[in-house]
């Protein structure tokens, strides 16, 4: 199942509706990642889960591309607010990533960037971007935001320590693995987006939102994911991964 979307999302509460909902068609374990290869209301597609934090993001995402050269990578889950006007629920459509926890300026680096380049800014692909925003969700709001990725879980006091999140580097939302999709995904010259839906506000009660929540607030990301390929059926993807300083 070559040249198809590709679905990636850290977590099993991440993609479980996407395998309720799809037609399983074949299965290839490596290790523990099992890749799936379905069929979604008539697209066939290839999801997985790749575990949580930038590591094994990046890994699965490679091997995912190695077995499958498919013709995207969209990757799908929950994320904390950082934009005050986000509530939970709402969706971001990430515009650009960025990893905020790669820190070079001893080095002489901007902050974000890949040390000894200057590859800082991943831009997601603009099709896919328009075609995630035309979809609709009931009752929440669609934003086209900065992802910010790094392996940590923020709380309201991480946030007030690391002002420099919204200030210098105007991040909407945080989470663990879209910045390294972002890089695997331009690497391979592959279009790319991250979708996620606001399952916390990186507030006092972040831990407690995301537990109780997560596996609810995912089904947005699900609705907009599905919205996407119900449109590259018949639409073609164009190649426009960018690297920004």
């Known amino acids: 199942m070559k040249n198809t979307p590709a679905i990636i999302g850290a977590m099993d509460s991440e993609i479980s509706m996407y395998l309720e909902h799809a037609r399983i068609i074949n299965q290839h374990q490596w290790?523990?990642?099992?890749f799936y290869e379905i069929e979604l209301d008539g697209q066939p597609c290839v999801i997985c889960k790749s575990g949580v934090g930038k590591v094994l993001a990046a890994m699965v995402c490679q091997k995912l591309i190695d077995l499958y050269e498919p013709s995207c990578i969209i990757f799908t889950g929950v994320a904390g607010a950082l934009n005050d006007k986000l509530d939970i629920g709402d969706v971001?459509?990430?515009?650009?990533?960025?990893?905020?926890?790669?820190?070079?300026?001893?080095?002489?680096?901007?902050?974000?960037?890949?040390?000894?380049?200057?590859?800082?800014?991943?831009?997601?692909?603009?099709?896919?971007v328009s075609l995630a925003l035309a979809a609709k969700v009931d009752g929440h709001k669609l934003y086209e935001g900065r992802?910010?990725?790094?392996?940590?879980?923020?709380?309201?006091?991480?946030?007030?320590?690391?002002?420099?999140?919204?200030?210098?580097?105007?991040?909407?939302?945080?989470?663990?693995?879209?910045?390294?999709?972002?890089?695997?995904?331009?690497?391979?010259?592959?279009?790319?987006?991250?979708?996620?839906?606001?399952?916390?506000?990186?507030?006092?009660?972040?831990?407690?939102?995301?537990?109780?929540?997560?596996?609810?607030?995912?089904?947005?990301?699900?609705?907009?994911?599905?919205?996407?390929?119900?449109?590259?059926?018949?639409?073609?993807?164009?190649?426009?991964?960018?690297?920004?300083?």
Not at 92 to 112: N, T, V, W
Not at 172 to 185: L, Q
Request: include cysteine; proline fraction near 1%; glycine fraction near 6%.
């Open 31 to 34: 290790n523990k990642i099992t």
């Open 92 to 128: 971001i459509i990430s515009k650009d990533c960025i990893q905020h926890d790669i820190d070079g300026r001893a080095l002489g680096f901007e902050r974000g960037t890949l040390l000894f380049s200057n590859q800082k800014i991943f831009t997601a692909d603009k099709k896919l």
């Open 147 to 245: 992802v910010l990725t790094g392996d940590q879980f923020f709380t309201h006091s991480d946030i007030e320590s690391h002002a420099y999140l919204k200030t210098e580097m105007q991040g909407d939302c945080i989470e663990m693995e879209g910045a390294a999709i972002a890089v695997v995904a331009s690497e391979n010259k592959l279009p790319f987006v991250i979708v996620r839906t606001v399952s916390d506000k990186a507030d006092g009660s972040a831990a407690e939102d995301f537990n109780r929540i997560h596996h609810l607030v995912a089904g947005n990301s699900y609705a907009i994911v599905k919205q996407i390929l119900s449109q590259l059926k018949t639409e073609p993807v164009d190649l426009q991964c960018e690297l920004s300083e």
